[in-house]
């Protein structure tokens, strides 16, 4: 039985010679006329070699999984066609967000860059301690699960490369969001006082992020190098991956800072969240290694991040095309779009406010 899918396997292609604490083994037919497989045992620990011919498995197996495919097709196209609609009838206002901030971009640079310097002024290592507290976490976590807990990471790859793939999209989407919520507050003189765009003031702060994930990707690479993993096709798509994880923050930080000025202490919802979400989401466990319900397995796996980490690790290890996943692709696209279109068309009303 596999997904609500039974098939029926003659039970003489189960029935070998080599039969363990079994006295007697025949095929019998019960009141009702059906055949039943009758044994007679003895000891504790009966077993049974049994020598399936693979095709009959999986002739079955692949009729289904065709179907199923099939309904995740049609079920996505729909979803999109929906989502297309839906934007073709708001397309004035959803193009609104990337006229205005493509038409403000040397201003959002220009606040981006002295964000990332003003928020080490005054140290003596100044913006190198945005590398150092990163690498410091990889560090720890690799000494206290492939040192002290001996994971053995996935499939025999290096658990350091399997762990740090899923760390870097999490340490700047965590950066962004913690940043990102506080903005309007944090630039309220800006809001307060002139003729300001407060759309932009988010993506500051996202910029202000991308800075140290992109040294981190390039340090990432560089450790794969090491490992002897060299760079192939398949690292392109940490572009793709990467401008993933970009919107996905952008459009949660639109939200969590309209609501922010509202709500303060969502600011301590966010820290308590980010803190259970890295344990949540598979960064430092392998989800294909943990015995749960089916059920809780696909709950996991709807958390939009899932498909983020996974697809570092498909690009850097398991060498899979984006493409491949098209069902978890559009929902993810789905899922991340909407919180910017809600939140931009409640903009207005945020700057009223301020």
Known sequence: KYRSTEMEIPLETLIQTENHDMVSMKIEKDANGNECLVMKTENTDPYLDMDLDQSVIHDSYAAHAAKMNWIKILTAVILLD?????LFRHREKVLALPLELFQNRNLIFALAKNDFKTKYAGSYLGIVWAFIQPIVTVLVYWFVFQV???????????????????LVPWFFFSDVLNAGTNA???????VRKVVFKISILPMVKEISALFVHLFFVAFMIFLYSCYGYFPDLYFLQLLYYSFCVFVFSLGICYATCAIVIFFRDLSQIISIVLQVGVWVT????????????????KLLKLNPFYYIVQGYRDSLINKVWFFEHFDLTIYFWIVTLAPVSYTHLRAHETDSYL
Do not use: H, R, T
């Open 82 to 86: 929906g989502v297309c609609l839906v």
């Open 184 to 190: 309007l507050l944090e630039y309220s003189y800006l």
């Open 282 to 297: 598979p960064i430092m466990w392998n989800i294909d290694q943990v015995s749960m319900p089916s059920f809780l397995l």
């Open 148 to 166: 002290g807990l001996k994971s053995p990471g996935a499939n025999g790859f290096p658990f350091v490369l399997w762990m740090i793939a899923g």
